[in-house]
């Protein structure tokens, strides 16, 4: 009952939190922990499988921990250095707890998928509906849906005909909202077309997510949609073409081809595309914005040149915040200014595992994966909140299910040996 909570709630990083550092998904992920610990006493022992992802996290802790220490000759106690450096503790808790709580409870792929999705759709749905308010009814959607930090949200987007208010949904921005939509679209997708042949659901729940992902306004969401969703499609074909394509299938290929083609030669002619609506975010790309991108890129040298002072084992927890008021809004970044080479060459190789992972998976599930892990790659870029739990409950259900699938063959294994016996 708890780690289904946990999963329909995951998106709510923002709203309803009990204050800025409590949000849902670390109440039920507490609650958790507790269940788990009590099992672990009883049984005296913990399974995982991804033991050394658990013993890099566990480095990059001891890193952090470093780091500390030395900020803290440096710069004498620093009580935003001490929160951040217990922030990565929890968000340890967040990968081992979610991923023995998955263990322990033996719960299935397809219900993991289930709930993710009943919480994507949910989320999705409180989007739209602070869009329509905000928008066109003119109601304080906000005073709705109580928040401990950035109460309210009003930011507009020049969509080239009007000014509209972008929506957060429950996140704290709506990056970060498109973020969370985006990463777990294919959960949605594959839930109700693979897993419960649903096609009517999948399309309505896929077009309700889609739909709150453009109300985000979201210049790196929609990047990721296409960039990602292109990457993924392409990996896919050449697993194909090494299997060999179905008739229907190169027909596709053919046609969809053929249509870029087509679309090319008409706005290279006399065909004009107009890219009103999307100037803003051609702006940020191109970082003509120069309020948006001014502002990220001297958080970005303010975090190239902490790395500069201490390249070996950073400036320590939270040292951006502390130096320049606010994080370096790139996750690899961050890491960088607080640990130096030493700490991104580990996250990196955590992640590296992980990636390397997913392509053990069988079947179509390892290309949800592999979307949803490339969107959470790319979208680290400009945004520096590692305790948000998505990038770590990925990590826990791309190893949960490796874990399933060497199960399921062993299982199979031992009853073939057993028939031929």
Avoid at 5 to 22: P, Q, R, T, W
Wanted: glycine share 6%.
């Amino acid at each position: 009952m708890i780690l289904s909570l946990y999963l329909m709630f995951l998106g709510f990083v923002s709203a309803f939190a009990l204050n800025a550092y409590v949000p849902i998904p670390m109440i039920f992920a507490v609650l958790l922990l507790c269940k788990s610990s009590l099992t672990i006493m009883k049984s005296n022992k913990m399974q995982l499988i991804n033991q050394n992802a658990i013993l890099l996290m566990y480095f990059l802790f001891v890193i952090l921990g470093l780091s500390f220490l030395l900020q803290s000759f440096r710069l004498g106690f620093q009580s935003k250095g001490l929160s951040h450096f217990i922030s990565y503790l929890v968000i340890i808790m967040y990968y081992v707890v979610i991923e023995w709580s998955f263990i322990k409870e033996k719960i299935t792929i397809q219900k993991i998928f289930k709930y993710i999705s009943f919480g994507v759709v949910f989320v999705s749905i409180i989007t739209l509906l602070e869009f329509v308010c905000k928008n066109f009814l003119y109601v304080d959607f906000d005073k709705f849906i109580p928040r401990k930090d950035v109460q309210q949200f009003y930011t507009l987007y020049n969509t080239g005909f009007m000014w509209l208010y972008r929506a957060r949904g429950t996140a704290e921005e709506s990056g970060h909202n498109a973020m969370y939509l985006t990463m777990f679209l294919p959960f949605v997708f594959y839930y109700y077309r693979v897993m419960v042949k649903k096609k009517v659901k999948m399309i309505l729940s896929c077009g309700l997510v889609i739909a709150a992902i453009i109300t985000t306004f979201s210049t790196i969401g929609f990047v990721e949609l296409l960039v990602v969703g292109a990457l993924v499609f392409i990996v896919k074909i050449i697993s194909k073409f090494k299997k060999g394509l179905k008739m229907r299938q190169w027909l596709f290929i053919f046609y969809l081809i053929g249509g870029i083609v087509i679309a090319y030669l008409i706005f290279k002619g006399n065909g004009k595309l107009d890219l009103t609506a999307f100037q803003g975010m051609i702006d940020k790309i191109t970082f003509t914005n120069t309020t948006s991108a001014g502002d990220r890129m001297n958080r970005w040298a303010n975090a190239l040149h902490i790395f500069a002072d201490h390249p070996l084992l950073g400036g320590g927890p939270g040292i951006a915040a502390i130096e320049g008021g606010t994080g370096s809004t790139n996750m690899y970044l961050e890491f960088l200014a607080e640990t130096g080479m030493v700490g991104l060459i580990t996250f990196l190789l955590m992640m590296f595992m992980n990636f390397r992972l997913i392509f053990k998976i069988k079947g179509s599930k390892k290309y949800v994966y592999l979307f949803s892990f490339l969107t959470m790659a790319i979208h680290l870029m400009v945004i520096s909140n590692y305790w948000y739990p998505w990038m770590w409950f990925l990590f826990a259900v791309i190893s949960y299910n490796s874990r399933v699938q060497k199960s399921d063959s062993n299982s199979d294994l031992e009853k073939t040996i057993l028939k031929a016996s």
